[in-house]
Structure formats: structure tokens, C-alpha cells
């Protein structure tokens, strides 16, 4: 019998520290492949940092990080080749200002994947239509509107087809009406069969589109489960009382 | 009005000295180029290798740009065309004037260029490197870009002021505008030909001094 798939994310007693302040206190989650893994918690709780430490913007005090079995963290990793297997989204979008959409998208193609200048183009394009801005190509970001600006930001992740995606917040920065359109196309993600760790207050959302949520507080996982369980029939006190104090 | 004329305004002077003039704007022009060029491209190497933070390396820049920006450049220009041959190095009067605002527009350079790469938002870098750009990469593709957009309208300002200063090289003898025309002033006895260098700086200058004022303007809308 062939031994079973390594998980797509596994998070091994994550622990990390800003100066005296424990931000992450001991966290292991593992996400199967094309699981769309949802974050809640309370502003504090350790979620965006947990993330960062997944592509190691922030470096974890201890603990590992693993994708598909292969180790993220250590002294021995590739940091730039394992990054192109965990794309991120980022709350302020962050598109590169001074390109156009193309351009975002296809500047890793170009400089990380060393893709020759026509083939970058064309998986620029494809990234670009699958997030349905085919017609936005040679727009610089000022010329879009915030929705427009992170499909392009999930499209310049996409591009190097990466193996795991995580997304902080990525619709916190949007005005109310362009929230739509950017969680169409992350359910569109998912149905790819993209492997999702989502960190997000859309609670709607959430509840239709997500495998499982994880609700953090104080730097340590308090409970999870599916949906259903944590929105309908919370355990924990903790569970409780963020999510009467976020629905009221 | 006639003593003014004769003065300043002298037609046979004028008409004598015009032509080393223009040669001495040649001279000018050449070494205000090469000036900023290197010096621009210095600074701005200086600034990237700064960004780095490696362990001494910060200071050593620091301590230069500092030092280059608080020393008036005609004593440097003194102390190295004077002193230098005294252990055995002689470099020629343009050598010296080209070296010298080099790395004064240099030490200004690598202090504006540095605002540029650290007034560049955090979230650039972070989007960059999670996409496995290497930090100079990061560096090359994406930040400097946007920082050198911000800091075009002081550069340029710098850079004018820096290059005005090649009239400093008259006193070690580098024939250019002004040397010139103080030569000739001394042949003449007259002010004409410093007249004609005057005018010469301002058709030289004029252009770039409004090209910084357009730029200004342009740069001063949201990078794009």
C-alpha cells in the first residue's frame, strides 16, 4: 500500500515571540490538499503572524513549517524556491505601483522561474482571465479599483502555480460593494482545488465556502472544526463570545 | 552707459574671446555629464549596498557621505590637487574636478536615494520576496524603481547645484567656461569675456533648471 499524501500545510507546534510578547504559543494545524481552512479570531490572537511564518515573512521562534513534506523552515531550505510554492494575498494588495497588471504578474515569472519573455506573457495572460481581468493587462494599479487591484494580486500568485495559497485579510481593505467580487474568485480558486489558509472576517462567507475554521485567540488554537459546528454550536466560551460579540 | 558697455558688453573683446568661451562650455559640458552620471550612479550603488545592513558597512557609508557633504568642495578640490603630488600622485586639474564633485554628488546622492529605498512601503518588499524574489531582486525590480521615481525632483535639484560647481575648477587651471573667461579677462583687462561666460552658464543651466521644475510637477502626483 502506497503510504498516504503528506498534508498539503502542516504546522508543527508553531511558537513565536515579538520582544516579551508570545504571539504564537505551540500551533499545529495541518491542511489536507485543496482544503480551504478558515482563521478567525480576535484582533491579537497570533492569525496574520501564524500566516507570515507560513512563507516565513515573519521567522517562527520554533516549530515547523512543512508543504507537501517538505520542510520550509531550517537552515538548509531553499527560502525563494519554497516561497514559489506558497503564494500570498496581503490585506493593502501590495501591487508593485510602477507596473502594470501584466507586469505584476509577470516579473516572478520572468526573474524567479526564469521563463523566457514569451511564455511569462502568456501565463501572465492565463492568470490574469482567470481572475476574469483579462481586459485590464496593461492597467497600472492607480488606474484600478481595490476588488480590481487584489484579483490581480491573487492572479501574480497564481501565476507560479504554487501549491498552497494563504490569504490575510484580503478583503479588509474594501469598500463593502467590491468584497464580492474578490471572494467569487477566491471560491473560484478553491474549486480548482487550491489548498486554502484564509484569514478573514467575512463569517458568511466562511461558513458556505470553508472545509474548516480555526478559531485562535491568545496565540493558541481554541477550537475548530467544520463550519456548521463553530458558526451553529461552538464549544468554547472563548468561541462563544467572539462570535456573539462579531454577529451583534 | 558708455564705460558700462565698454565694460561688460566690450564687441571686440566679445568677438576675440568667444571662441575659447565655447571651448571652455565644451569642457563643461563633458565634465558635468561624467559628473553626474557617476556621481548619481555612486550614490545610488551606495545606497543599495547600504540597504543590505551589513555588520560595518552602514557606518563606512555614513561616515563618508557626511564627511563629503560638510566639507566645502573647493577645499577638497585644493587639498587633492596640491597635496596628492607630494607622495607621488599627479593627476591632472579636470582629474581632480571630476573626482571631487563625483563624490560629493555622490555622498548626496547615496543620502537621497536612501530616503527613496526606505520610504518604500514594507509591503513591497514582502510582496516581492513571498513571490521568491531573492532581496536583490527585491531590490533591483521592485523597490528601486519606485524610490529613484521619488527622489527625481531633489536629484535633479542636487545635481544642478553640483555641476554649477565645475566653475571651481578656475582655481587649479581646468579650462573650462569660467577658466576661460577669467584668462581672457586677464589678457583683455576687460569683463566682457566673464559677461559671455555668464551668459554661457545661464544657456547651459536654464534648460535643466526648468526640466527639474517640470519634473518636480510631474513626480509630484502619486507614483504610477
Same mark, same amino acid.
Given at each position: 500500500?502506497?503510504?498516504?499524501?503528506?498534508?498539503?500545510? &502542516?504546522?508543527?507546534? *508553531?511558537?513565536?515571540?515579538? =520582544?516579551?510578547?508570545?504571539?504564537?504559543?505551540?500551533? /499545529?494545524?495541518?491542511?489536507?490538499?485543496?482544503?480551504? %481552512? +478558515?482563521?478567525?479570531?480576535?484582533? @491579537?490572537? @497570533?492569525?496574520?503572524?501564524?500566516?507570515?511564518?507560513?512563507?516565513?515573512?515573519?521567522?517562527?521562534?520554533?516549530?515547523?513549517?512543512?508543504?507537501?513534506?517538505?520542510?520550509?523552515?531550517?537552515?538548509? %531550505? &531553499? *527560502?525563494? !524556491?519554497?516561497?514559489?510554492?506558497?503564494?500570498?494575498?496581503?490585506?493593502? +494588495?501590495?501591487?508593485?505601483?510602477?507596473?502594470?497588471?501584466?507586469?505584476?504578474?509577470?516579473?516572478?515569472? !520572468?526573474?524567479?522561474?526564469?521563463? /523566457?519573455?514569451?511564455?511569462?506573457?502568456?501565463?501572465?495572460?492565463?492568470?490574469?482571465?482567470?481572475?476574469?481581468?483579462?481586459?485590464?493587462?496593461?492597467?497600472?494599479?492607480?488606474?484600478?479599483?481595490? @476588488?480590481?487591484?487584489?484579483?490581480?494580486?491573487?492572479?501574480?500568485?497564481?501565476?507560479?502555480?504554487?501549491?498552497?495559497?494563504? +490569504? &490575510?485579510?484580503?478583503?479588509?481593505?474594501? =469598500?463593502?460593494?467590491?468584497?464580492?467580487?474578490?471572494?467569487? %474568485?477566491?471560491? =473560484? %480558486?478553491?474549486?480548482? @482545488?487550491?489548498?486554502?489558509?484564509?484569514?478573514?472576517?467575512?463569517?458568511?462567507?466562511?461558513?458556505?465556502?470553508?472545509?474548516?475554521?480555526?478559531?485562535?485567540?491568545?496565540? !493558541?488554537?481554541?477550537?475548530?472544526?467544520?463550519?456548521?459546528?463553530?458558526?451553529?454550536?461552538?464549544?468554547?466560551?472563548?468561541?462563544?463570545? +467572539?462570535?456573539?460579540?462579531?454577529?451583534? | 552707459?558708455?564705460?558700462?558697455?565698454?565694460?561688460?558688453?566690450?564687441?571686440?573683446?566679445?568677438?576675440?574671446?568667444?571662441?575659447?568661451?565655447?571651448?571652455?562650455?565644451?569642457?563643461?559640458?563633458?565634465?558635468?555629464?561624467?559628473?553626474?552620471?557617476?556621481?548619481?550612479?555612486?550614490?545610488?550603488?551606495?545606497?543599495?549596498?547600504?540597504?543590505?545592513?551589513?555588520?560595518?558597512?552602514?557606518?563606512?557609508?555614513?561616515?563618508?557621505?557626511?564627511?563629503?557633504?560638510?566639507?566645502?568642495?573647493?577645499?577638497?578640490?585644493?587639498?587633492?590637487?596640491?597635496?596628492?603630488?607630494?607622495?607621488?600622485? #599627479?593627476?591632472?586639474?579636470? $582629474? #581632480?574636478?571630476?573626482?571631487?564633485?563625483?563624490?560629493?554628488?555622490?555622498?548626496?546622492?547615496?543620502?537621497?536615494?536612501?530616503?527613496?529605498?526606505?520610504?518604500?512601503?514594507?509591503?513591497?518588499?514582502?510582496?516581492?520576496?513571498?513571490?521568491?524574489?531573492?532581496?536583490?531582486?527585491?531590490?533591483?525590480?521592485?523597490?528601486?524603481?519606485?524610490?529613484?521615481?521619488? $527622489?527625481?525632483?531633489?536629484?535633479?535639484?542636487?545635481?544642478?547645484?553640483?555641476?554649477?560647481?565645475?566653475?571651481?575648477?578656475?582655481?587649479?587651471?581646468?579650462?573650462?567656461?569660467?577658466?576661460?573667461?577669467?584668462?581672457?579677462?586677464?589678457?583683455?583687462?576687460?569683463?566682457?569675456?566673464?559677461?559671455?561666460?555668464?551668459?554661457?552658464? #545661464?544657456?547651459?543651466f536654464l534648460p535643466f533648471v526648468i526640466a527639474s521644475r517640470w519634473l518636480e510637477a510631474r513626480f509630484a502626483r502619486p507614483v504610477r
Amino acid at each position: 500500500m502506497p503510504a498516504p499524501a503528506p498534508p498539503a500545510l &502542516d504546522i508543527r507546534r *508553531l511558537h513565536k515571540s515579538f =520582544d516579551t510578547e508570545t504571539v504564537l504559543n505551540g500551533i /499545529d494545524l495541518s491542511l489536507t490538499i485543496s482544503e480551504m %481552512v +478558515f482563521v478567525l479570531g480576535p484582533s @491579537g490572537s @497570533g492569525k496574520s503572524t501564524m500566516l507570515r511564518c507560513c512563507n516565513r515573512l515573519e521567522e517562527p521562534d520554533s516549530g515547523e513549517i512543512l508543504i507537501e513534506g517538505d520542510p520550509v523552515t531550517g537552515p538548509s %531550505v &531553499d *527560502l525563494n !524556491r519554497m516561497r514559489q510554492r506558497i503564494g500570498m494575498v496581503f490585506q493593502a +494588495f501590495n501591487l508593485y505601483p510602477h507596473l502594470t497588471a501584466l507586469g505584476n504578474v509577470k516579473l516572478a515569472l !520572468r526573474r524567479v522561474q526564469k521563463k /523566457d519573455p514569451s511564455e511569462a506573457e502568456e501565463l501572465a495572460r492565463e492568470a490574469l482571465s482567470s481572475v476574469g481581468l483579462s481586459e485590464k493587462t496593461s492597467q497600472y494599479p492607480n488606474q484600478l479599483s481595490g @476588488g480590481q487591484q487584489q484579483r490581480v494580486a491573487i492572479a501574480r500568485a497564481l501565476a507560479l502555480r504554487p501549491r498552497v495559497m494563504l +490569504f &490575510d485579510e484580503p478583503t479588509s481593505a474594501l =469598500d463593502p460593494e467590491l468584497v464580492g467580487e474578490v471572494l467569487a %474568485v477566491m471560491r =473560484d %480558486v478553491k474549486s480548482q @482545488g487550491m489548498t486554502m489558509l484564509v484569514v478573514s472576517h467575512e463569517m458568511k462567507f466562511a461558513r458556505e465556502a470553508a472545509d474548516r475554521v480555526v478559531f485562535m485567540d491568545g496565540g !493558541r488554537i481554541v477550537e475548530e472544526g467544520p463550519p456548521e459546528q463553530i458558526f451553529s454550536h461552538p464549544k468554547q466560551p472563548r468561541t462563544q463570545a +467572539f462570535l456573539a460579540r462579531v454577529s451583534s | 552707459m558708455d564705460v558700462f558697455l565698454d565694460t561688460f558688453l566690450n564687441a571686440e573683446v566679445l568677438a576675440q574671446y568667444a571662441p575659447s568661451i565655447l571651448q571652455g562650455a565644451l569642457v563643461t559640458v563633458l565634465l558635468s555629464l561624467l559628473i553626474v552620471v557617476f556621481g548619481v550612479a555612486f550614490g545610488a550603488a551606495l545606497a543599495c549596498l547600504r540597504s543590505y545592513r551589513l555588520p560595518g558597512v552602514g557606518a563606512v557609508i555614513v561616515i563618508f557621505a557626511d564627511v563629503f557633504r560638510a566639507l566645502p568642495p573647493l577645499v577638497l578640490i585644493l587639498l587633492i590637487f596640491f597635496g596628492l603630488p607630494n607622495i607621488g600622485v #599627479v593627476l591632472s586639474a579636470p $582629474v #581632480v574636478l571630476f573626482l571631487v564633485l563625483s563624490l560629493v554628488l555622490g555622498a548626496f546622492a547615496e543620502e537621497i536615494v536612501w530616503a527613496g529605498i526606505t520610504a518604500t512601503p514594507k509591503g513591497q518588499w514582502e510582496a516581492a520576496r513571498s513571490t521568491g524574489l531573492s532581496f536583490t531582486q527585491a531590490l533591483i525590480w521592485v523597490v528601486l524603481p519606485q524610490a529613484m521615481r521619488m $527622489v527625481i525632483p531633489p536629484l535633479t535639484n542636487r545635481a544642478i547645484a553640483i555641476t554649477k560647481m565645475t566653475a571651481l575648477g578656475m582655481v587649479i587651471g581646468v579650462p573650462d567656461i569660467l577658466g576661460q573667461a577669467s584668462t581672457a579677462q586677464s589678457f583683455s583687462a576687460n569683463a566682457s569675456p566673464l559677461t559671455l561666460a555668464a551668459i554661457a552658464y #545661464v544657456v547651459l543651466f536654464l534648460p535643466f533648471v526648468i526640466a527639474s521644475r517640470w519634473l518636480e510637477a510631474r513626480f509630484a502626483r502619486p507614483v504610477r
